[in-house]
């Protein structure tokens, strides 16, 4: 198709959507003054945003079937940006002077940027921790905001009865999450694909509605205020000294993550991961043991929710059931999707982008959701690996050189 | 026991499963027909009731007749949420029709979320009411307590629409053509049937379905906003499996054994846990008899 | 003749109405490679995933002797357990993992001779890093054997279609067994392909030290490999013999060619 073929093909799904449309965007109702306003100036603006997307759309589509597919390596960035990293030293001067931004952020900005810094460090632990499902195994969990609620109130009980502090709270979080993994897994990972995504939102469901109306432990719907920030040899910390605390606790555990879930998927039992989520039936012929591959998975999954969770409850110090909906789980499912399955890179990438981007563009934060529902379509039709796409490693053969 | 409490959970156990039988069809046939756990069907349903209170309101306010006023508004929720059906179908599934099957049930969820937010955006996140337009039926004046005018109205349509469907499916060259691509869709293709076409045809009634339930069950409730799609949605899909996805007939049996188990769950033991029979129901028949209630049991070809 | 390694009694796998296998008996001997052929749909994978556990039978006895060990009966034994024994498999159409490196594919394989876990992964101690040196010592020697090893760091994906029926060889091989089972090892491969793919098996049954099944329809690899050849036809065996006695019977010329013939 030329582009006077697109153009045209584009004016026609402009008018197509407007058409399509028309009663939602353009009639407006008011049902308690009984009036309806007419917006015809929706028609304009529908119009030329379709528009537009449809020519990006389908000039993408006509690259695609092209065989021209997007590499950084081999665009015009991306080529500056290796010749620029590959320079002997870059690398390690690069990370040294990252690390010490992200160490210092809390010390040189406020502490408002400092807890939105941190809320998306949680994020990239609940992304890294999805992706051990979604990105290596290859199953769907869409009530992964449950396992991370659990984590949350386990905090703010034992606290609330027992008196119990962050510290403590932190393991036994992963623990009361990892269990309540072992419970859902297993009736559920029987089950393939789709059913499974399904079952596990059923699960976040149900453990929601538990938590809403099992008042006499969870408080129900008003929640459980009052928890503590944590501290540092019981030495307790002002506010603004816990906001840097409770940032770098985060930075902490982030990296410790990032450093297991490295470790895990270049190891055996990851391989097998990988290998159940490109075919589990020859992965079993293999002598995978699918059950306790997919139980190990879901637990270790589920103890990182629970320990993002303890972070969560001692960062806002207030938790209800809200928090740990059905569409907190689609959201960390979008950072991971987003930013590319089974990559570390891709998701820190995707949790960064999708918490602080709608905080930073006030503008953008009410078609938030809208915007990341019409990512998540575009990225698996144009680029269903994510922003980052995952690569494996390349082992070396030691003691063959002769082969390389 | 007090009898007219049990016929009157009935009763609503009945007009729930009514709603929940004309959304379970759209899933059912869309999973058998392409595989897909159409996650965004829920809100084609939204979708319909929206048009449907717009278009019911500007007619309404307009001082038209309300059974006409009725009829019209029904006509345009089948007809948009028939055309957003399409739409969805042919921009976030069929490029994906040949990938994994995850990224197909990710792109719904996609879909899901902006039709939500699109309805949010562009109308409002309050509830809106939906004028009131079933006029009161006098031969039902016996049984009032009972039995509303908008719960017959209901079954009616229910009834009536579930009986078009299967005409449709058994009778028509499209219906067969239908039933074809579901058994084998590699072989219906071989033997010349339009898949596109057939696909087609399967988001439009299945979509049509959801509008009309998601008409007829906001003049009975009374309200609506932009989110009744997603829980509705999501039991639908459980009546449907319940039944045997795939199975036509499950469908609507699924469909109101849930809605018999929510009336007489929420009537006797506490409306507290509304939501978490359907969830309940969903584990227990997975686990147990993944197949469904209707549903064959197929082993996967290796 | 050298003692069983596998003996199969009236295996009986319906599907519905469909009789896949009906009534099947037959033995594997040790360091045999025997043949199963039949026409299209003859139920032949069926009676490959019956013994390796991907399908419960229907009925009937599958008992597997690894040599100089005591029998085990399998019927129901998951297919991780059958592979466990020493029973490794091909897939007819191909099941690689697409997105993984070749050498990958066949470190997979190591996974049932091996045994580092979670809390080995993360310590990454001495223990696991031997085992994971040996892991891919191990697996790029196979590679070697099957004349992979130049393609060891592709994906799968890229491999030509020959190479990537190799590579599920490999894969299996990785697997230690004792008794392999190949489904269609040859189809899709080019003349010149099957006669090195012969030698191939000629030289894993040695090396090795394997009884090898083999599906084929190729009855020239069938005619130059097999020791032993059953008869596959609608379910039920119909023939045994050496493959010349099979490639003369009445019966089974009939049953490939049709009545009219
Ligand atoms: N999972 C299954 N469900 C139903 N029928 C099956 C299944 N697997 C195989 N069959 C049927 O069993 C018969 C034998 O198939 P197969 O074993 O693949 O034959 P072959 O490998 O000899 O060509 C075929 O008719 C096939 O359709
Ligand atoms: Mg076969």
Redesign the interface.
């Known amino acids: 198709m030329n582009r006077l073929e697109i153009l045209k093909k584009s004016l026609i799904n402009a008018i197509l959507g407007i058409l399509l449309t028309f009663p939602i965007t353009v009639i407006k109702v008011n049902t308690i003054e009984k009036e309806i306003t007419w917006r015809w100036y929706m028609l304009a603006l529908v119009g030329s945003v379709i528009f537009v997307i449809s020519y990006l759309w389908i000039r993408q589509q006509e690259r695609q079937k092209a065989g021209i597919t997007f590499k950084f390596k081999e665009s015009k960035l991306g080529i500056k940006y290796h010749s620029l990293m590959d320079k002997p030293g870059v690398t390690k001067r690069v990370l040294i002077f990252s690390t010490i931004l992200i160490i210092a952020l809390p010390f040189i900005t406020s502490p408002y940027t400092t807890s939105i810094f941190t809320t998306a460090l949680i994020y990239i632990i609940l992304g890294l921790g999805l992706n051990i499902v979604v990105g290596l195994g290859g199953l769907l969990n869409l009530g992964y905001a449950a396992f991370f609620g659990v984590g949350a109130y386990t905090f703010a009980i034992l606290n609330q009865n027992f008196g119990i502090g962050f510290w403590l709270a932190l393991p036994l979080g992963g623990l009361a999450s990892a269990l309540f993994g072992a419970i859902v897994g297993l009736p559920v990972l029987r089950l393939k694909g789709d059913y499974l995504a399904i079952v596990t939102l059923g699960f976040g469901e149900m453990t929601r509605i538990v938590t809403e109306n099992f008042g006499a432990l969870t408080n129900g719907p008003s929640g459980i205020a009052n928890i503590p920030k944590p501290t540092l040899f019981g030495h307790t910390f002002g506010y603004f000294g816990s906001t840097r605390f409770v940032y770098l606790i985060a930075v902490a555990l982030v990296v410790l993550i990032i450093f297991i879930v490295w470790r895990m998927e270049n190891s055996r039992i990851g391989r097998s991961w990988v290998a159940m989520r490109e075919d589990d039936i020859a992965c079993e012929a293999m002598g995978v043991d699918l059950t306790k591959a997919k139980m190990t998975l879901f637990i270790i999954s589920a103890s990182i929710a629970g320990i993002a969770g303890v972070l969560f409850a001692a960062k806002t110090t207030f938790i209800n059931p809200q928090s740990f909906t059905v569409w907190e789980s689609i959201m960390i499912l979008c950072i991971v999707v987003l930013g590319g399955k089974g990559s570390v890179r891709g998701v820190i990438l995707g949790g960064l982008i999708l918490i602080l981007l709608p905080e930073y563009l006030r503008a953008f934060q009410q078609y938030r959701m809208l915007i990341f529902g019409f990512l998540l379509i575009v990225m698996m039709v144009f680029r269903p690996g994510g922003i980052i796409q995952n690569v494996r490693k390349i082992y070396k053969i030691e003691g063959d050189l002769s082969n390389e | 026991m007090d009898v007219g409490y049990f016929f009157k959970l009935l009763l609503s156990g009945l007009t729930r499963g009514s709603i929940y039988a004309l959304i379970a069809l759209g899933y059912t046939m869309v999973y058998g027909i392409i595989k897909l756990i159409n996650f965004a069907h829920g809100e084609l349903y939204m979708i319909g009731a929206f048009t449907g209170l717009i278009v019911a309101s500007v007619l309404n306010y307009a001082g038209v007749d309300p059974v006409l006023t009725l009829v019209i508004a029904t006509i345009f929720a089948i007809i948009f949420s028939s055309a957003f059906g399409v739409t969805i179908e042919k921009i976030a599934y069929k490029p994906l029709r040949n990938t994994q099957r995850l990224s197909a049930l990710i792109s719904a969820i996609g879909v899901s979320m902006f039709l939500q937010n699109f309805v949010l955006l562009f109308q409002t996140s309050d509830f809106l009411s939906f004028p009131n337009l079933i006029p009161e039926f006098k031969f039902l004046a016996p049984v009032e307590n009972y039995l509303s005018s908008p719960q017959i109205l209901i079954y009616i349509c229910t009834a009536i629409f579930l009986i078009g469907f299967t005409v449709l499916v058994k009778f028509t060259k499209i219906g067969k053509a239908m039933r074809a691509t579901a058994q084998d869709s590699k072989m219906s293709l071989l033997l010349g049937i339009n898949i596109n076409k057939v696909i087609s045809v399967t988001f439009l009634t299945g979509s049509a379905a959801a509008a009309i339930g998601g008409v007829l069950i906001s003049s009975q409730v009374g309200q609506i906003n932009f989110y009744i799609g997603f829980i509705v949605g999501i039991k639908a899909f459980v009546a449907a499996v319940l039944g045997g996805i795939g199975s036509i007939g499950g469908a609507v049996l699924g469909a109101f054994v849930l809605g018999l188990v929510e009336s007489f769950g929420t009537g006797y033991i506490s409306s507290d846990y509304e939501d978490l029979f359907a969830f309940l129901f969903l584990i227990l028949i997975l686990t147990f008899k993944p197949s469904g209630l209707l549903g064959k049991s197929l082993k996967q070809k290796v | 003749m050298s003692s069983k390694v596998l003996e199969i009694k009236n295996l009986l796998m319906q599907?519905?109405g469909l009789k896949a296998v009906n009534d099947v008996s037959l033995d594997i001997h040790e360091s045999q490679i025997t043949a199963l052929i039949g026409p299209n749909g003859a139920g032949k994978?069926t009676f490959f995933?019956c013994l390796?556990g991907?399908?419960t039978p229907t009925s009937g006895d599958i008992n597997i002797i690894p040599p100089g060990k005591k029998l085990i009966r399998a019927n129901g034994l998951?297919?991780?357990k059958i592979?466990?024994i020493g029973l490794?498999?091909t897939?007819q159409n191909i099941?690689?993992?697409?997105?993984?490196?070749v050498?990958?594919n066949v470190?997979?394989?190591?996974?049932?001779?091996?045994?580092?876990?979670?809390l080995?992964?993360?310590f990454?101690g001495k223990k696991?890093k031997e085992?994971?040196?040996k892991?891919?010592?191990d697996s790029?020697e196979i590679l070697k054997v099957m004349n992979l090893?130049?393609f060891?760091?592709e994906?799968a994906s890229n491999l030509p279609y020959g190479a990537q029926r190799l590579l599920e060889i490999a894969?299996a091989l990785?697997?230690d067994p004792f008794l392999l089972l190949l489904d269609e090892p040859a189809a899709g491969m080019n003349p010149q392909e099957t006669i090195e793919l012969i030698g191939t098996i000629e030289k894993l049954k040695h090396e090795f030290n394997l009884s090898i099944l083999l599906i084929e329809h190729d009855m020239h690899l069938v005619m130059n490999l097999s020791d032993m050849c059953y008869v596959m036809d609608y379910g039920r065996l119909i023939a045994k013999g050496t493959p010349e006695e099979t490639a003369n019977n009445p019966t089974v010329i009939k049953a490939y060619l049709g009545e009219d013939f």
Not at chain 3, 95 to 101: A, G, I, S, Y
Not at chain 3, 107 to 118: D, P, Y
């Open positions: 599907f519905g994978t995933n390796t991907v399908y998951k297919p991780n592979t466990e490794a498999r897939f099941r690689l993992f697409q997105n993984m490196t050498l990958e470190m997979i394989g190591r996974h049932a001779v091996t045994n580092a876990g979670v080995g992964a993360i990454n696991t085992e994971e040196k892991i891919i010592h790029h090893e130049k060891a760091n994906f894969r990785a697997t």
